[in-house]
């Protein structure tokens, strides 16, 4: 069962805030975030484990809620560098993904 | 180090073709997977390994095949090609599969698939 993110596709101008979704019908041991720019492979982000732990990566951060079984990915004053596909991956063996969210910064 | 090298790039085959996808890492990565990538589809699982001798099927495992004689190689096998396997293959591994919820994903570039 792949987690379900939303929202599907996001349109930012520099400097705006964004949040991505993701929740999953499985119970969860953690949730890995990736980031694919356009015709390139995905990279990794963070791994998010239980314990509702918040980890960062340069001005993105990411919440964990493994009661409701679902994580949260926040983009603070977004860059035009951060435009590409976001992917989360649920922690268990093996890993699926959702269907990804398109995020776009424009200037 | 090489990381995930995926061999070829890009390749164009005829409907009933049979081909080899070559997926490598030299990171002594005990878990290896291949997905594939649709538009609007994200990336689905089609085989999975976690550890030499040992595969397992994925999401969509229909029409393809997998081996891992070696630690480091996961070859993928098209039998018979079909145009509903026109994708892009993506492998990846990470390092411990007893951590697997602990160990990221490293990814190869990736093969551009169309078959006709």
């Known amino acids: 069962q792949q987690p379900v993110q939303s929202p599907q596709a996001v349109i930012l101008r520099e400097g705006e805030d964004a949040v991505i979704n993701c929740s999953s019908s499985?119970?969860?041991?953690?949730v890995h975030w990736y980031r694919q720019k356009h015709g390139e492979a995905p990279v990794f982000l963070m791994i998010?484990?239980?314990?509702?732990e918040q980890k960062g990566h340069e001005k993105i951060s990411a919440s964990f809620n493994e009661k409701k079984q679902q994580s949260s990915l926040y983009l603070t004053a977004s860059q035009l560098s951060y435009s590409g596909t976001y992917f989360c991956?649920?922690?268990?063996?093996?890993?699926?993904f959702g269907k990804g969210t398109r995020l776009s910064v424009i200037a | 180090n090489a990381g995930v090298t995926q061999t070829p790039k890009f390749q164009v085959l005829k409907t009933g073709q049979s081909m080899t996808l070559q997926c490598a890492q030299d990171?002594?990565?005990?878990?290896m997977s291949w997905y594939r990538q649709d538009p609007g589809m994200g990336l689905r699982l089609i085989h999975y390994s976690v550890g030499a001798g040992i595969t397992d099927q994925g999401e969509v495992p229909n029409g393809y095949n997998v081996s891992r004689s070696t630690t480091e190689d996961f070859p993928l096998r098209l039998l018979s090609a079909a145009p509903s396997q026109t994708s892009v293959y993506f492998c990846?591994?990470?390092?411990?599969?007893?951590?697997?919820?602990?160990?990221?994903?490293?990814f190869g570039n990736g093969t551009r698939l169309t078959v006709t």
């Open positions: 998010l484990l239980k314990g509702g």
């Open positions: 990846a591994s990470s390092y411990s599969i007893r951590k697997s919820y602990n160990s990221p994903l490293h």
């Open positions: 499985k119970a969860l041991y953690s």
């Open positions: 991956g649920s922690g268990n063996t093996p890993l699926v």
């Open positions: 990171m002594n990565h005990e878990y």
